[in-house]
């Protein structure tokens, strides 16, 4: 029995798993579990690798122009947009629903032409009782003329008969206070039909309320409301509720609005001649001039607002587009020198790049950029000279990252 149980726990002792055992397990787990970590790193890396290879830079794109003409010479660029002095939201001065719209967008207004009409039952219906008002206050006032006239025949026969001692004085003041009452009377009722013809001329223009008419000519850019809908003067009844009927704009008040940075405003002064540039027609050159230069700065932005107008106005010209500028010198400028070469385009001076002392531009060519050599010349304001190897009207990136290459994929900041 005894020699039974030794033998019995000599199994179970060769069963149990010593310290040495165990800590070589665990050191194989965590091993596993560090392999698993640096595999799962390593495909991150490889993944984020691949998403930035494949990821297309985005560049700001700009339009070589053309040269300068002889004897002007640009001091400073900057860019804006078209904007017009007069743009003005048509708006109901009364909270209505909309009962016609007269116009579409695109539409040439003039000024007092119906745009649209609201629902004017009611202030018809107000103006309907003032004049009936008025109308019973003018008959009665009738009445008592007729009353006035009998009450005058009576006094005279009071009096006669007062003189011959027929009738006593009793009754001559009776005659002549009936008399006086009337008199008092229709007085009454002529301040009641001037208080009445109040009431109609408000009433009626409440009537005229709801005609929305056009302040000035201009062309209709917006069309905002509808039949049916309410339109009100302010904003109520949440979205449901309108709040203008039309954006009407002045073409002839177009100009052009740029914020010019407050390092170079000096260069800027009234009258001053100005080269613009739409974004929309890059070989159509605009004579312009500086308007007013805007007395005060943005602090967030560091810039002057400048306001330049057009020489000759063009229909071409639309509302918010695009425009860059170019503001000239007034002074007189040296004879071109003829032996100089000439100048094929004019090239913002930032879109010139330095690789290795050659003056290099990309190009863009559909979705991908090209590497392109050229030959400079001498720098107008922001503007450089570019003699050779560029065309006007070649898109060329201004602004990209710094490791461009030839034929890489790009895409175009709009």
């Known amino acids: 029995m005894a020699t039974t149980e030794i033998h019995s726990r000599a199994d179970?002792?060769?069963?149990?798993?010593?310290?040495?055992?165990?800590?070589g397990r665990k050191a194989g787990k965590w091993l596993a579990y560090a392999s698993a970590v640096i595999g799962l790193i390593i495909l991150v890396v490889a993944g984020a690798s691949f998403a930035i290879r494949n990821t297309k830079p985005v560049v700001e794109v700009v339009t070589a122009g053309k040269p300068r003409a002889e004897g002007s010479v640009g001091i400073l660029n900057a860019s804006g947009y078209v904007t017009p002095r007069r743009r003005a939201t048509i708006a109901a001065k009364i909270?209505?629903?909309?009962t016609g719209v007269y116009f579409d967008e695109g539409t040439h207004v003039h000024e007092g032409q119906l745009l649209a009409t609201l629902d004017d039952s009611d202030a018809r219906k107000a103006l309907d009782s003032?004049?009936?008002?008025?109308d019973a206050s003018q008959a009665a006032i009738?009445?008592?003329?007729?009353?006035?006239?009998?009450?005058?025949i009576e006094l005279k026969r009071a009096q006669e008969l007062r003189k011959a001692g027929v009738q006593s004085q009793e009754q001559l003041d009776t005659a002549s206070a009936n008399a006086d009452s009337l008199r008092a009377k229709i007085?009454?009722?002529?301040?009641?039909?001037?208080?009445?013809?109040a009431k109609i001329r408000e009433a009626q223009q409440a009537v005229d309320n709801c005609v929305i008419n056009a302040p000035y000519d201009g062309i209709v850019v917006s069309k905002d409301?509808?039949?049916?809908?309410?339109?009100?003067?302010?904003?109520?009844?949440?979205?449901?509720?309108?709040t203008g009927i039309a954006t009407v704009v002045d073409m002839n008040s177009n100009e052009i609005e740029v914020d010019v940075n407050e390092s170079y405003i000096a260069r800027v002064k009234d009258r001053q001649r100005v080269t613009a540039i739409l974004d929309a027609y890059p070989n159509w050159e605009i004579p312009s001039h500086v308007r007013t230069v805007i007395p005060t700065a943005d602090r967030q932005k560091a810039t002057v607002k400048v306001r330049i107008s057009f020489d000759k106005l063009d229909p071409r010209i639309l509302p918010d587009m695009g425009i860059k500028v170019?503001?000239?010198?007034?002074?007189p400028v040296k004879k071109k020198d003829t032996t100089a070469p000439a100048i094929a385009a004019m090239l913002p001076s930032e879109a010139v790049r330095d690789e290795e002392?050659?003056?290099?531009?990309?190009l863009v060519k559909g979705d991908h950029v090209e590497r392109r050599a050229v030959t400079v010349g001498n720098t107008q304001g922001s503007d450089t000279e570019i003699v050779a190897g560029l065309a006007v009207g070649d898109a060329v990136v201004l602004k990209g990252p710094a490791g461009l290459h030839d034929g890489q994929v790009v895409e175009v900041k709009k």
């Open 326 to 331: 170019t503001f000239l010198s007034d002074e």
């Open 357 to 362: 002392g050659k003056k290099i531009v990309f």
């Open 142 to 152: 009738a009445d008592l003329q007729v009353q006035l006239r009998l009450a005058d």
């Open 12 to 23: 179970l002792g060769s069963l149990r798993i010593h310290d040495h055992h165990r800590s």
């Open 225 to 242: 409301a509808q039949v049916g809908e309410m339109v009100s003067p302010i904003s109520a009844g949440g979205g449901f509720t309108r």
């Open 187 to 197: 007085d009454l009722a002529k301040q009641q039909v001037q208080t009445t013809e």
């Open 95 to 98: 909270t209505g629903r909309v």
């Open 130 to 134: 003032a004049k009936a008002d008025r």
